[in-house]
C-alpha cells in the first residue's frame, strides 16, 4: 500500500484535491487529525498560497465532555471538523483515509501547562514536548486515540510522536547552531529531567549529563548550578514558545544521528574538541539504566494507546512512525526492540540513503510475521524533482524491506513534485 501525507486544509475548499490525490496511484491518504504549528504552502489550493498555523490543533469536532485536563485547542484557520469534511471527499473518490495523529508534540498546551513538558538536565523547560512520564500527558493521549476512532472513523490509525520530543524543534527564529552541539549533544539535551523523570535516573546521571554538555570532567567541579526557577514549574517566556516555520519538519525531530560531529574540525579552544562518540560513552557506567528508563517510556505509551484503540476500533489498523535507535525522540519515537501489536511500522527516509536503509533493515528484523514496514519517503527539497532519481531511491528502500511507501508531502509539493511522485511509483510498478 503507498499512502499520500495532507493535511486537512489541502483539502477542504479545493473540489480538484481528491481527485489529485487519487491520481497519484496511491491507495490511501494519510489525513492529519491532530497536528502542531506550522507555516505551510498551499500550491495547489484555489483560495490561498502559504497558511500559517500558530498553535497546534485538533481537526475534528472538540466535545468537551471528551477530554480531561489537556484539551486540544480547534484551528481557527480552517472548519472545526475540517478532518471529516476532507475524509468525506476523499472517500468519494476511493481514496482510504488514515488518520494521522501527532501525540506528544504541543506548543500550546506546553505553554498552558508547564508542568508537564519535557525538562533537560539543566531545567530548561521545551514548551513544545509533553513528556509522556506525566500522567496528564498519557491521559490527553489516551482520549485523544478514542476520539479521533470513535468521530473519525478512520481507515487507519497513524501514531506519530508516540514517545517523548526532544531538543530538536525548529523553533522560530532558531538560534541554536553556534553552540557547536553535536549529534550526541543533542541525545544529551534531550533526557528529559521533570519531576516525573528525574527520580527514574541512577544517582548522579544530571551531573554526568551536565558535564558531557559543558564538556567538563565529570568528577569535576559542578557545573554552573540550576537557576532556583528551573526547578519550578513556569510558563515560558512568550516569544521563546511562538509558532515554527515549517518547510518541512526537521529529520525525526531531532539534531544528526548520534556521533555525527558538526563539519570541519572546531576552533581550537572551543569547546567540544574531543567530543563522546556515544551517548553509552558519555553517561558511561549509568547508560544501560538511562536506556531503559527511555525506552520505557515510549513502550508504555505507544502500549497503553494500542490497547485503547484496539477496545475503540478493534479491525482499524495501527501504524506507528518508529526509529530502532533507543536514543531516539521526536516524530518518530524509539522502539529497539519492535512492537507485534502495530500493523506497521514506518522509518523516516529523509536522509542519507545507507542510513535510511539500515534503519529500514533493522525495522524488519524486528518485525512479527505478517508486519510489514514503510518507508517515509521525502518528496521535498532537498530531494530533486527527478521522476528517476525517487525511484531509484524507492527501489533501495524496498530491497531494505519496505513494502510501503509513505509519501511527504503532497499538500506541500509544487506540481512538477507531484508530477515526480506520480512517475516515481509508475517506474517501480
Not at 541512577?202 to 568528577?219: F, K, L, M, Q, W
Not at 478493534?314 to 512512525?321: G, L
Request: hydrophobic fraction near 40%.
Amino acid at each position: 500500500m503507498n499512502v499520500a501525507y495532507v493535511y486537512p486544509w489541502d483539502v477542504v475548499g479545493d473540489p480538484a484535491a481528491p481527485e489529485r490525490l487519487a491520481s497519484l496511484g496511491v491507495e490511501a491518504v494519510a489525513l492529519a487529525a491532530s497536528y502542531h504549528a506550522t507555516r505551510a504552502a498551499t500550491p495547489h489550493h484555489p483560495a490561498h498560497r502559504v497558511l500559517d498555523v500558530p498553535h497546534a490543533a485538533f481537526y475534528l469536532p472538540v466535545r468537551s465532555s471528551a477530554w480531561g485536563r489537556l484539551v486540544p485547542r480547534s484551528p481557527s484557520w480552517t472548519t472545526p471538523d475540517a478532518y471529516l469534511q476532507a475524509s468525506e471527499a476523499l472517500r468519494a473518490v476511493g481514496l482510504q483515509v488514515h488518520a494521522w495523529t501527532v501525540l506528544t508534540h504541543n506548543s500550546v498546551l506546553g505553554r498552558e501547562h508547564p508542568d508537564v513538558v519535557v525538562r533537560n538536565a539543566f531545567g530548561d523547560p521545551y514548551p513544545h514536548a509533553l513528556c509522556p512520564s506525566s500522567p496528564d500527558v498519557v491521559d490527553y493521549c489516551r482520549r485523544l486515540v478514542h476520539e479521533i476512532l470513535e468521530v473519525g472513523r478512520p481507515d487507519a490509525l497513524i501514531l506519530e510522536s508516540c514517545g517523548p520530543m526532544g531538543y530538536g524543534h525548529q523553533s522560530i527564529h532558531e538560534k541554536t547552531a553556534g553552540a557547536d552541539w553535536t549529534g550526541v549533544d543533542g541525545d544529551l539535551l534531550s533526557l528529559c529531567f521533570c519531576t516525573a523523570c528525574a527520580p527514574r535516573y541512577p544517582a548522579g546521571t544530571r551531573e554526568r549529563v551536565r558535564a558531557a554538555i559543558d564538556d567538563t570532567p565529570a568528577n569535576a567541579a559542578s557545573p554552573r548550578p540550576l537557576a532556583p526557577e528551573a526547578t519550578q514549574d513556569r510558563a515560558p517566556a512568550p516569544e521563546a514558545t511562538q509558532g515554527r516555520p515549517h518547510t518541512p519538519e526537521v529529520e525525526e525531530d531531532r539534531p544528526p544521528a548520534s556521533g555525527t560531529a558538526p563539519a570541519g574540525p572546531p576552533a581550537p579552544g572551543t569547546a567540544h574538541d574531543a567530543p563522546f562518540g556515544s551517548v553509552e560513552e558519555a553517561l558511561g557506567p549509568l547508560a544501560a539504566d538511562v536506556r531503559a528508563q527511555r525506552v520505557s517510556l515510549s513502550t508504555s505509551l505507544r502500549q497503553t494507546l494500542i490497547s485503547t484503540a484496539r477496545e475503540a476500533a478493534p479491525d482499524v489498523p495501527i501504524t506507528i512512525h518508529a526509529n530502532p535507535d533507543p536514543w531516539a525522540t521526536g516524530a518518530f519515537a524509539a522502539l529497539p526492540d519492535g512492537e507485534p501489536e502495530a500493523d506497521v511500522l514506518v522509518a523516516n527516509c529523509w536522509g542519507d540513503p545507507a542510513t535510511d536503509t539500515t534503519r529500514l533493515t533493522r525495522l524488519l528484523e524486528l518485525c512479527r510475521p505478517g508486519q510489514r514496514v514503510g518507508a517515509y519517503v521525502l518528496g521535498l527539497p532537498p530531494r530533486p524533482a527527478d521522476p528517476e532519481a525517487q525511484a531509484e531511491l524507492l527501489r533501495a528502500y524496498a530491497e531494505a524491506g519496505a513494502s510501503e511507501f509513505h509519501l511527504y508531502h503532497a499538500g506541500l509539493a509544487s506540481p512538477r513534485r507531484l508530477s515526480a511522485m506520480k512517475q516515481a511509483l509508475r517506474l517501480i510498478n
